[in-house]
């Protein structure tokens, strides 16, 4: 079964610092895509990052960026310079084969401290 | 640039009431998607639509659940007998392909008393 795993419900991190957030899942296939999706107290799902499997280079965007290691089956967020706006659940997203329905991690909360 | 709306942003209802939730998707996308997240929980499947017909429904889409898309843009949630456990938010998704990255609507926060 393909699953998705993040491991910290929660992690904090000083303003300005930088944070490491993981993901693991697992599947049988060689071609798929990753995401990472921002969740704010709003609870509005934004996009942060797509990764696609058969790219070697890690995908980033801005102050974001991925370690994806594929053999391991990791997909970790990286979030640079850290902002007060990053604080948010976030949440790692694998579209099942077949229906390409997402299959989420159980989140996790960043708190970004002054 | 374009974006997945979604109608009411809350609802509030009772318990054996029926409810539609209305979401309008990126016009020229093709995957349509309903989501729900418990308070405090992951975010959950519930049914994904294309070609006009569903191509997976989760468990918790039992009979008292059904999707539609009337008009070509429009496409919508329907609880027939709203029970207290189907308090969530309901998010609705869209993708241009399959494996696309999908756009979420801002979601309808249902509460059933």
């Known amino acids: 079964a393909q699953t998705v795993t993040q491991s910290q419900p929660e992690m904090s991190v000083q303003e300005a610092e930088t944070v490491t957030l993981s993901c693991t899942y697992d599947?049988?296939?060689?071609?798929?895509?990753l995401f990472w999706y921002k969740q704010p107290p709003s609870r509005q799902m934004i996009l942060v990052i797509r990764?696609?499997?058969?790219?070697?280079q890690n995908a980033t965007e801005n102050r974001f960026s991925v370690n994806f290691q594929k053999a391991a089956k990791s997909f970790s967020l990286k979030i640079s310079d850290s902002q007060l706006g990053d604080a948010a659940m976030y949440f790692c997203?694998?579209?099942?084969?077949?229906?390409?329905?997402?299959?989420f991690g159980t989140g996790t909360r960043l708190k970004v401290l002054a | 640039e374009p974006e997945v709306t979604q109608t009411p942003s809350h609802q509030v209802t009772q318990m054996g009431q029926e409810v539609i939730l209305r979401c309008v998707p990126i016009?020229?996308?093709?995957?349509f998607y309903w989501y729900r997240q418990i308070l405090g929980q992951k975010v959950e499947f519930l049914v994904s639509?294309?070609?006009?017909?569903?191509?997976?429904k989760s468990e918790i889409f039992d009979d008292q659940f059904s999707v539609e898309r009337p008009d070509g843009s429009n496409f919508t949630l329907k609880i027939r007998s709203t029970k207290l456990e189907d308090s969530a938010m309901y998010f609705c998704?869209?993708?241009?392909?399959?494996?696309?990255?999908?756009?979420f609507g801002p979601g309808t926060r249902l509460l059933v008393l």
């Open positions: 016009s020229n996308h093709l995957y």
């Open positions: 639509f294309y070609n006009n017909e569903i191509s997976e």
């Open positions: 990764q696609e499997a058969y790219k070697q």
């Open positions: 998704a869209s993708s241009l392909a399959g494996r696309e990255t999908q756009y």
């Open positions: 997203a694998y579209p099942n084969s077949g229906t390409y329905k997402y299959i």
């Open positions: 599947t049988s296939e060689s071609d798929y895509y």
